[in-house]
């Protein structure tokens, strides 16, 4: 019987009321290009993603603002190499006025060094965007849990 192998994330789809507005936002913050796109009436879609690779999709399909309440999607975690990084994202989102989960580059957890920045993108999707070392010796906002786990 063969096993996988070589397996890792392709990409994530996100459901979006506003296209135009999701597109402005996720290309700003990632520092994504259009890959594809369709803007048909009722069927409103966007392929983003850097040098070939598709990494997020969204599709004009949804009313309200994404629920942390009910089962799906509990939050997108985008890694960078370096804490400069993640510092030059804070900037982007601030002065876009994103809300943030937590003030400033955390921890992943009481005593980690890796960590990053929480936020929301306009439908209230949860957001990470974190790199592997430089979030110390700031302490975790949620002690004895995954920061991640708990916003």
Request: aromatic residues 10%; charged residues 20%; proline residues 6%.
């Amino acid at each position: 019987m063969t096993k996988i192998v070589s397996l890792q994330t392709g990409h994530v789809g996100l459901n979006v009321t506003d296209l135009e507005r999701s597109l402005a936002f996720y290309r700003a913050v990632l520092d994504v290009e259009v890959m594809a796109e369709g803007r048909e009436e009722g069927r409103r879609w966007a392929f983003l993603g850097r040098e070939n690779r598709l990494m997020v999709t969204l599709w004009q399909q949804s009313d309200g603002a994404f629920r942390t309440d009910s089962p799906g999607l509990h939050h997108l975690s985008f890694q960078v190499d370096t804490p400069a990084e993640v510092d030059a994202a804070t900037e982007v989102l601030r002065g876009m006025g994103a809300e943030f989960a937590h003030d400033g580059v955390v921890p992943h957890g009481e005593g980690e060094t890796s960590g990053g920045i929480f936020f929301y993108d306009p439908d209230g999707i949860r957001l990470e965007i974190y790199a592997p070392t430089g979030a110390d010796p700031v302490a975790a906002p949620t002690p004895g849990a995954p920061t991640c786990g708990f916003f």
